[in-house]
Nanobody, 121 residues
Framework: QVQLVESGGGLVQPGGSLRLSCAAS????????MSWYRQAPGKQREWVAT???????KYADSVKGRFTISRDNAKNTAYLQMNSLKPEDTAVYYC???????????????WGKGTLVTVSS
């Protein structure tokens, strides 16, 4: 069993910053990618950023230059530093990991339950 718990969401004014965390726990042998997605009201879930095990990062164009994804492999934790927030960044932010539970099992995707970020004055 693998659990993901996101934290750090809240209400912030436009131009402000927030830092989200995602802690993975349970029976984890290896975490490959750690990613963030978001879903705004009335819209489909969209990919935001990914941090590969090898250290490379990728971002959606809409957040490039404003958001930074990082990870602590020892803690199986991912972070999303969000700066210069805009009202259109308002969404529930979800953590996603691709991980193996044992050396013999294939990797699978796991999702957290999300944390709400509201950008409003």
């Amino acid at each position: 069993q693998v659990q993901l718990v996101e934290s750090g969401g809240g209400l912030v004014q436009p131009g402000g910053s927030l830092r989200l965390s995602c802690a993975a726990s349970g029976n984890i042998f290896w975490v490959n990618t750690m990613s963030w997605y978001r879903q705004a009201p009335g819209k489909q879930r969209e990919w935001v950023a990914t941090f590969n095990r090898g250290g490379s990062t990728k971002y959606a164009d809409s957040v490039k230059g404003r958001f930074t994804i990082s990870r602590d492999n020892a803690k199986n934790t991912a972070y999303l530093q969000m700066n210069s927030l805009k009202p259109e960044d308002t969404a529930v932010y979800y953590c996603n990991i691709d991980a193996q539970q044992t050396i013999a099992t294939r990797s699978m995707e796991y999702w957290g339950k999300g944390t709400l970020v509201t950008v409003s004055s």
